[in-house]
């Protein structure tokens, strides 16, 4: 089984992949390093395949680094269906849009034309999550819930005839506070490609959430507001119920962005939540959070987005601390700047920690893995520790 990397393996971002399964040739992610600072570093490398050969394209999520490649692969003749679901598809859109703003902000160059933004091809996967489906003639496709933002998944490919597989996990986590982790089958697969962000790093998400929320308190306490920043899909949801909660329970005023409430309904409505997760009690909650501007600047926690910051009224409460979990946008870096403000930037997982990358590697026992998302030092490190942990089990 081989895959060719076009981007995503020994680097952090632009994760884009292809390979050839059952004669037909696919692609999955096409995305672009936020970080990069040229054109040829920020982009998928089509050096090695091109991606006019490809049958069909499989987004795992709509984040810039696995999507904002697509208009620039159609420039360079992509003109296949890029399946995805259909929150990831609607989130894709506003990227696009608001990629394309921050550009025109920054003076950055962007590669393509409006023209290729619109060309891409998406087309919302079909019913039936959870079976092997053929999704192009001898391709067989399973996908599920990944955990790491609305509509994010999973995908498996198989040759229903030589029942070669190949898997993909996207990014993922099993400790999202809201979203959870459909797992997959154990499929034994020829390759995995997985998602190694965080190496071997092995704290605990309700770690992270206490070590937000204590900064969260006592900012408040000493009487300074907190500007709160989080990606509009993933995060963003996680940050808007956890905020909310904690304002209800302390008392305080907490305001959000108007688009992040609309998606963390959506979320709640497509019923893609945790079962752990009151629905209906925490859906009310939810719905009733109010938006930025109602309570006029008495607020103490506002959490905005680059929506928010790309199209709205861009004012901050004075004296106020900027946090983040990350990442740390363009957009959010002129904000913060523009307002000479403090920035925190703590942690808050959305990638797998190391016991759950150790355990969906031994649930899944793949033949051969391949490590994403991660520069090579991390990379090493937890092959290190998964490929000793495997071989020292064959030992005994
Ligand atoms: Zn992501």
Same mark, same amino acid.
């Given at each position: 089984m081989n895959v060719t990397s076009c981007g995503g393996v020994m680097e952090y971002g632009r994760s884009c992949f292809i390979f050839d399964l059952a004669g037909r040739t696919l692609m999955v992610d096409c995305g672009i390093?936020? &970080?990069? #600072?040229?054109i040829l570093e920020r982009y998928p490398d089509f050096s090695k395949r091109?991606?006019?050969?490809?049958d069909a394209v499989f987004v795992t999520h709509a984040h810039e680094d696995h999507t904002l490649g697509l208009p620039f692969a159609v420039r360079l003749g992509l003109h296949a269906p890029v399946y995805a679901s259909e929150t990831t598809i609607r989130h894709t859109l506003t990227y696009f849009a608001l990629w394309r703003h921050a550009a025109e902000q920054t003076g950055m160059t962007v590669p393509y034309e409006q023209s290729h933004e619109d060309r891409v091809d998406f087309v919302s996967l079909p019913s039936g999550k959870g079976d092997w489906q053929e999704?192009?003639?001898g391709v067989e496709v399973l996908w599920g819930l990944n955990?790491?933002?609305?509509g994010s998944c999973w995908y498996a490919f198989r040759d229903?005839? &030589?029942? #070669?597989t190949v898997f993909f996990s996207g990014?993922?986590?099993?400790?999202?506070?809201l979203m959870p982790f459909e797992w997959p089958p154990?499929?034994?697969?020829?390759l995995a490609v997985m998602d190694?962000?965080?190496?071997v790093c092995n704290t605990s998400q309700k770690e992270c959430v206490n070590d937000v929320l204590d900064v969260v308190d006592a900012t408040i306490a000493r009487g300074k507001p907190v500007v709160f920043h989080a990606p509009l899909s993933g995060k963003g949801q996680d940050w808007l119920y956890l905020l909310n909660a904690f304002a209800n329970e302390q008392g305080c005023r907490f305001e959000t962005d108007p688009a992040l409430l609309e998606e963390t309904v959506a979320l709640f409505a497509s019923g893609e939540?945790?079962?752990?997760?009151l629905a209906e009690t925490d859906r009310a909650a939810v719905e009733q959070c109010p938006v930025i501007g109602?309570?006029?600047?008495?607020?103490e926690i506002m959490l905005i987005s680059d929506e928010w910051l790309l199209k709205g009224a861009a004012f901050m409460d004075p004296g106020a601390l900027v946090m983040t979990?990350?990442?740390?946008t363009p957009s959010l870096k002129k904000y913060v700047n523009d307002h000479r403000a403090e920035l925190m930037k703590l942690p808050y997982h959305v990638h797998p920690v190391l016991d759950e990358s150790r355990a969906l590697m031994t649930h899944l026992q793949p033949l051969d893995t391949l490590f994403s998302h991660a520069d090579p030092k991390t990379t090493a490190s937890l092959e290190e520790v998964l490929i000793e942990q495997s071989a020292s089990k064959k030992d005994r």
């Open positions: 390093s936020k &970080s990069a #600072e040229t091109d991606p006019a050969e490809v999704m192009l003639p955990g790491h933002a609305p229903p005839v &030589s029942l #070669e990014d993922y986590t099993m400790s999202s506070v154990a499929l034994s697969p020829d190694a962000a965080y190496g939540v945790r079962s752990t997760v109602t309570g006029g600047s008495s607020r979990t990350g990442p740390v």
